[in-house]
C-alpha cells in the first residue's frame, strides 16, 4: 500500500471526523491542501491572516460536542501564538498542523517549537512518514484530555511528499477520550456535606456547559441557587427559577453572600470572594455520578424556597429596569438593544462576542437559555475573534442564526474576514457595536461602516438611538436569512459599565501602589467633568 505523508494526514483527519479546517496556502503546506481538496469529508477553508484561523478553529471547538476539536492548517513561518494563548487560556483543544520545511533543515529564524511550548499543551515534529497517523492521533487526545488545550504538530514538505509501501494496516482512532477514575468515596462524602448544608449554591464556568442537562438536575435535588461566571453564561437556562445570574450582579451577590456551601464547577477559586473552607470543587465528568448519590443518598427531596426564589426574579427584574431607566443621551441603550435582538432571535440562535465592554454587556443583559449559545473569548489574546469565530460557527451550523457582538476596535482588525461570509452566503449578522467618536482613549477616526459593507457586499442596517431598534432588527435577520451577510452599525452608549466591568476595574486598581490609584480616580474624574461639558 504505497501512501504519500500527504496522504496519510488527511487520513488521520478524516478518523478524526474533522469536517473543516482554515488557514492559508503557502510553499510549505501547499501539498496538505492539494490533499485535503480530494476529501469527501473534509473541506480547507482559506482565510485572510493565520489569527483568523486560529480564532475559527477555537469557534468550532466551543460550539461542538465534547471530544470534536477545531483544526489549523497553516505553515510553521507564521504561527501566530497570540490566537494560541487565548486557547490555551480558556481551555480549548485545537490541533494544528502546519507543513514546515525540510526536516534536517537548521531553523532559519524563530524556533517555532520553542515559541509555542509555553502555549501549548505539546509541540511535536514528525520526521518519519509511519510516525504521521499516529502522532496526530496522540495529538488529539492530548488535546482533549484533562484540562483541553491546543497542540502543536509540525510536519516537514519532504515528509509530506515522501512516499513509502506500508505494510501493516493502517490504525484506527478510537473516538472515547480518557476519561479519569471518579473517586466514589470523594462524591459520597461531597454528597453529604451538600445535604448537611443549610443554603447550598452553584457556581459554574465554561467547563459546566458540558454537563448542562445534569446541572438543571443537580441544583434542583439541592433546591441550589446557580451562578455563573461570564464565560459559565450558557451552562445553566436564564429562564430557570434557580438561575441568579453572573457572578457580579446583584441577585448573583446576594445568593453567594447567604451561602454556606459553594460548590463550583470550572470556577478558579481567585476569583471568588467566598471562604476557602466553603468552596468545593467538582469536575463536570463526575456531575452525573454527584446526581446519582443525591438521589440515592435523599430521603425527602428539599423544596425550593419560594422567598428565594422571588428574591432572585426581584433582583433581575430590578436590574434590568435599571438600565432600561438609564439616560443614554441620544445614543443606544444597551438594554434596550439586547431586548430587541432578545425577542428577534430563534430559541437556537448563538451568541458570539469578542473582547471588550461589549463582552460583558452581552453577558448581563442577554438571556441565554441553552448550552453553548454563547461564545466568549477569556483573554486579550482574542482581540480580533468576532468575524472569524461567527463565520466558523456558521460554517459548521448552517441551519442555525448566528450572530456576533463584535466592537468597532476588533472590526478594525479582522473585519475583512466578512468576504468569507459572502463568499460562502452565510448569513451572518455582526452587531457593530461602534463607540469610536465618543472614546477618545482609542479613537479610531472617522470610519464610513456603509462604505465598508458596500464594497464588502454585505447589508448594512444603522441604529443611531432607541427609536425602532426591533422594526431594524427584524429587517436584518430577514436580509440574514437569504444569505446576505449583514452589518448592524450600533450607535451604542457605554457611559454605564455593567457589574462585571466594574468589577474588573477594581481588581485592577487592588494591584496598584495607592499613589497611582489616586493618579488613576483623578484623571477618571477630569474626563468625566470635560465628557460633560462637551457633550
Avoid at 201 to 225: F, I, K, N, Y
Amino acid at each position: 500500500m504505497h501512501k504519500t505523508g500527504a496522504q496519510l494526514v488527511r487520513y488521520a483527519l478524516e478518523q478524526l471526523s474533522i469536517k473543516n479546517t482554515f488557514g492559508i496556502v503557502g510553499l510549505h503546506n501547499r501539498e496538505l491542501y492539494n490533499e485535503l481538496n480530494e476529501s469527501g469529508s473534509i473541506t480547507p477553508h482559506l482565510v485572510n491572516q493565520e489569527l483568523s484561523a486560529v480564532f475559527m478553529a477555537d469557534a468550532i471547538s466551543r460550539t461542538s460536542s465534547p471530544g470534536e476539536i477545531g483544526a489549523i492548517l497553516i505553515t510553521a513561518d507564521a504561527i501566530i501564538s497570540q490566537g494560541i494563548a487565548e486557547a490555551f487560556i480558556s481551555g480549548i483543544p485545537l490541533l494544528i498542523i502546519a507543513g514546515g520545511p525540510l526536516a534536517n533543515t537548521p531553523t532559519n529564524g524563530i524556533d517555532q517549537q520553542q515559541l509555542l511550548q509555553p502555549v501549548t499543551k505539546a509541540c511535536f515534529k514528525i520526521t518519519q512518514l509511519e510516525d504521521i497517523v499516529s502522532t496526530i492521533f496522540e495529538a488529539q487526545q492530548i488535546a482533549i484530555s484533562d484540562k483541553p488545550g491546543p497542540v502543536f504538530v509540525e510536519i516537514p514538505i519532504d515528509v509530506q511528499l515522501h512516499t513509502e509501501d506500508l505494510d501493516k494496516p493502517l490504525p484506527v482512532h478510537l473516538s472515547a477520550a480518557n476519561q479519569a477514575e471518579l473517586d466514589q468515596q470523594q462524591i459520597d462524602a461531597t454528597a453529604r456535606r451538600l445535604l448537611n448544608a443549610q443554603s447550598p449554591s452553584l457556581l459554574l464556568g465554561w467547563d459546566a456547559v458540558q454537563a448542562r442537562t445534569d446541572l438543571a438536575a443537580l441544583a434542583e435535588l439541592l433546591a441550589a441557587p446557580v451562578c455563573t461566571n461570564l464565560e459559565g453564561n450558557s451552562a445553566f437556562p436564564a429562564d430557570h427559577m434557580l438561575h441568579a445570574g453572573l457572578l457580579f450582579n446583584p441577585s448573583a451577590q446576594r445568593v453567594l453572600k447567604d451561602c454556606d456551601c459553594l460548590l463550583t464547577i470550572g470556577i478558579k477559586n481567585s476569583d471568588l470572594e467566598v471562604a476557602p473552607e466553603q468552596i468545593i470543587e467538582l469536575q463536570p465528568q463526575a456531575i452525573p455520578a454527584m446526581v446519582y448519590k443525591l438521589k440515592e443518598l435523599k430521603v425527602q427531596q428539599p423544596q425550593t424556597d419560594p422567598k428565594q426564589t422571588k428574591q432572585i426574579s426581584r433582583d433581575k427584574a430590578d436590574l434590568k429596569e435599571d438600565w432600561l431607566e438609564h439616560n443614554s443621551k441620544g445614543r443606544v441603550n444597551p438594554a434596550v438593544f439586547f431586548d430587541a435582538l432578545s425577542a428577534a432571535l430563534d430559541q437556537d440562535a448563538i451568541i458570539v462576542t469578542g473582547h471588550g465592554t461589549h463582552r460583558a454587556l452581552a453577558a448581563e443583559l442577554l438571556p441565554i437559555n441553552d448550552q453553548r449559545m454563547f461564545i466568549s473569548p477569556t483573554s486579550f489574546n482574542a482581540m480580533g475573534y468576532c468575524v472569524p469565530a461567527v463565520n466558523a460557527i456558521k460554517l459548521a451550523k448552517p441551519d442555525r442564526q448566528v450572530v456576533g457582538i463584535v466592537g468597532d476596535g476588533a472590526m478594525v482588525i479582522n473585519g475583512m474576514e466578512a468576504l468569507t461570509a459572502v463568499r460562502e452566503k452565510l448569513g451572518t449578522v455582526y452587531c457593530l457595536f461602534n463607540n469610536s467618536e465618543r472614546n477618545g482613549a482609542k479613537n479610531l477616526g472617522h470610519i464610513n461602516w456603509g462604505s465598508f459593507a458596500d464594497a464588502l457586499e454585505c447589508g448594512y442596517f444603522p441604529i443611531t438611538n432607541n427609536r425602532g431598534i426591533d422594526i431594524v432588527v427584524r429587517r436584518a435577520l430577514e436580509t440574514a436569512a437569504q444569505g446576505q451577510p449583514v452589518i448592524l452599525d450600533i450607535c451604542i452608549d457605554y457611559s454605564r459599565k455593567s457589574y462585571y466591568g466594574q468589577q474588573q476595574e477594581k481588581a485592577q486598581l487592588a494591584q496598584l501602589p495607592g499613589r497611582d490609584k489616586l493618579g488613576i480616580v483623578k484623571r477618571a474624574i477630569v474626563r468625566k467633568i470635560m465628557g460633560a461639558r462637551s457633550s
